[in-house]
């Protein structure tokens, strides 16, 4: 019903840039909220950054200062992530909510994309 495809992910040194795009396709009405959430080994999936579809951003404090989220148009979203840490290593998943064709809500996430920064 709704796929979100992810490109972007790779290896960096630290201190190295990635840009992270999401695309939404299917069976849309309407997209309410696009964002970013990552998940280490080991460790629980955590929110990065989201936009709503007024252009709200919301970043987790990890993010702040280094992670800006952005939408090319009403079904992508990008990120770009600037000076990043090891620490920032992770799976990052393309997480995306509004309403189907038919009127029903939903929430996808997309199959994720690694981001791999070396020390």
């Known amino acids: 019903q709704v796929q979100l495809v992810e490109s972007g992910g790779g290896l960096v040194q630290a201190g190295g840039s990635l840009r992270l795009s999401c695309a939404a396709s299917g069976s849309i009405r309407s997209i309410n909220y696009m964002g970013w959430y990552r998940q280490a080994p080991g460790k629980q999936r955590d929110l990065v950054a989201t936009v709503n579809s007024g252009g709200t951003t919301s970043y987790a404090d990890s993010a702040k200062g280094r992670i800006t989220i952005s939408r090319a148009n009403v079904k992508t979203v990008s990120q770009q992530m600037n000076s990043l840490k090891p620490e920032d290593t992770a799976v990052y998943y393309c997480?995306?909510?509004?309403?189907?064709?038919?009127?029903?809500?939903?929430?996808?996430w997309g199959q994720g994309t690694q981001v791999a920064v070396s020390s």
């Open positions: 997480n995306a909510g509004g309403t189907l064709a038919w009127g029903a809500a939903y929430e996808y």
